[in-house]
C-alpha cells in the first residue's frame, strides 16, 4: 500500500501553506480568509529518496451548525481514515485553542502516528511560548515556521523513516498514471459525478456555485484499469470573478487541464452549451488534450425520438472546427452511464497515446495525396513525400514536401480527415507541420 501523510489541523494555522512546502508548487489556495481549503486534496512529494502522497485538508471546526464546517469535519476524518501517518498543526502565534483540543481528542484515539506540527515558530520567544503544546502527550513534536520552510526538515526526516521503499514505489506508479480532469462551469454536476463514480463522499456537494474551489485527486481502478480522476473548480468568465479567491480556482482549474491526459467537460442539458462552455473546450483543445463531452442532468430532459441525436448535431455544430469527439448523454445524480464515460475517457487515452508506423503513414496517406493533388499555387506543383509521426505528447505529423509554406488551410484540412478516417483519433487534436524537403 501506498504511503500517505493527512495534514489536518483547525483554520488557519497554515496547512496549505506546508502542503505547498512540500510539493514545492502552489497547489493549495493560501488566503487569510478562514475556510479557504473545502475539500481534501492530494498531491505527491519526496524527501530522502522516499516518495509519499500528501492530503491537505480544510480546517477542523467541531460541533459547528455552518454547512461548509460540518461538511469539511467529515472530510477531516476522512482523511485521517485514509492516512497513513497525521501531522497536526497548531499555532505558535495565537497558542493553544479550544479547536486545538477537539482536534487532539480525536486524534489520541487513531492508531496511526501523529507528528503534532507547532507552526509560526520564527524566535526564540515563540518557542519558549510553543512548549505549551507539549501537554497534548504526542511523542512527536516538531517546531517550525512553514513560510520559510525552517525546521520542516527534521519532520519530513520524521515521516520517510516510516516509509518503505516499496511504498515510496507504488506512489511513483500511481502518479504515472492516466489523468483524466473533469472540467466546466460551476454547478454543471462535476462533483457529483466523482462522488458518483467513487461511491463516497470524496468532495463537498451543494447546491451553491463555486463550492469546490481547488482541484481533487482521486486514485480510481475501473476496468482493470487504474487512472487518476481530477475533480476542478468551475471555471467561470472572467468578469464574473470577483474575490481572488475565486480567480486563483479558475487558475487552479486551467492548471488541472494542464495536468490532465484527457478532460471530461460536463455541460448542463438544460441549458444547452454556453459561449463559456466553448471557451472551456479551446482551451482543452489548445493545449492538445483528449476531449470527451458529457451532457449531464439528461434525465431531466423532456425527450422525443431524436432528441439526442439531433442535441449532438447542435453541439458538434458549436464545436467546430475541432468536433471530433465522444458525446455522450449522462445523469451523475441517478448515475446513468457515467461508467461509459471513464470507459470512453481511457479510449481516448489510447487514442492520444497511439504511435503510428512511419510505414503504415505513408501507404495510407500517400494513396490520398494521389487521389486528390494539392491545389498549385502561383504556378509551384506541390509535392508531398513523405509523411511521419512525430515524438510529442500531442499527436502530431510531419508532412516534408517542397513548397511548405504554400500549403493552404482547405488541404491541411483535407489530410487531417484522412488521418482520422484511417486512424482512431476521436477525441483527440493533432497537429500537422510542413517541412521543406
Known sequence: MSFTVAIVGRPNVGKSTLFNRLLVERKAIVDDESGVTRDRQYGVTDWNGKTYNVIDTGGFVSGSEDIFEKEIAKQVMIAVEEANAIIFMVDAGTGMTNLDDAMASVLRKSTK?????????????????????????????????????????????GVAALISEDDSDEVKAIDALPKISIIGQPNTGKSSLLNALVGEERTIVSDIAGTTRDSIHTHYNLFQKEFVLIDTAGIRKKAKVHEDLEFYSVIRAIKAVDEADVCLLMIDAEKGITSQDLNIYSLAVKKGKGIVVLVNKWDLMEKETNTAKEYEAMLKKKLAPFNDVPV????????????KAIEIALEVYDNRNQRITTSKLNDTIL?????????????????????????????SFAFFCNFPDDVKTPYKNYLENKLRENFNLSGVPVRLFFRKK
Open 328 to 339: 455522450l448523454f449522462i445523469s451523475a445524480k441517478e448515475k446513468t452511464r457515467i461508467f
Open 367 to 395: 494513396k490520398a495525396i494521389g487521389a486528390y493533388h494539392p491545389p498549385v499555387v502561383r504556378g509551384h506543383a506541390i509535392k508531398i513525400k513523405f509523411v511521419t509521426q512525430l515524438p510529442t505528447a500531442v499527436p
Open 113 to 157: 502516528p501523529v507528528f503534532l506540527t507547532v507552526n509560526k515558530v520564527d524566535n526564540n520567544e515563540r518557542m519558549l511560548e510553543a512548549a505549551e503544546f507539549y501537554s497534548f502527550g504526542f511523542e512527536h513534536v516538531f517546531f517550525i515556521a512553514a513560510a520559510s520552510g525552517s525546521g520542516t526538515g527534521e519532520l519530513l526526516d
